[in-house]
Nanobody, 123 residues
Framework: EVQLQASGGGLVQAGGSLRLSCLAS????????IGWFRQAPGKVREGIAC????????HYYDSMKDRVIISSDNDQNTVYLQINNLKPEDTARYYC????????????????WGRGTQVTVSS
């Protein structure tokens, strides 16, 4: 069974940092790209970053690109998202998802989504 399990969220003060984890299972990790997204209440879901094990590349989208680092641990089938200098407007549910081979700007290309992890930033 394909699973993407996000963890690492929580309540943090503005200016703090978090490292989110996405544990992938049930598929060949190296054949896919893993993306991180977020959705705040009443807002559209937006892309944050993506890493493609197939292509060996990382991509950052405009929403948080100066404050995040995406990385992966192949041995653990896990993709990480380090978020620095958190702001109250970063409060959202953060999701990871997979796409075959390459990172795409189109969310419709991602075929499996995890349930997400909540990040709440207090001012």
């Amino acid at each position: 069974e394909v699973q993407l399990q996000a963890s690492g969220g929580g309540l943090v003060q503005a200016g703090g940092s978090l490292r989110l984890s996405c544990l992938a299972s049930g598929f060949t990790f190296d054949d896919y790209a893993i993306g991180w997204f977020r959705q705040a209440p009443g807002k559209v879901r937006e892309g944050i970053a993506c890493i493609s094990k197939y292509e060996g590349t990382s991509h950052y989208y405009d929403s948080m690109k100066d404050r995040v680092i995406i990385s992966s641990d192949n041995d653990q089938n896990t993709v990480y998202l380090q978020i620095n200098n958190l702001k109250p407007e970063d409060t959202a549910r953060y999701y990871c998802a997979r796409e075959q081979k390459w990172c795409s700007r189109s969310q419709s290309m991602y075929d499996r989504w995890g349930r997400g992890t909540q990040v709440t930033v207090s001012s």
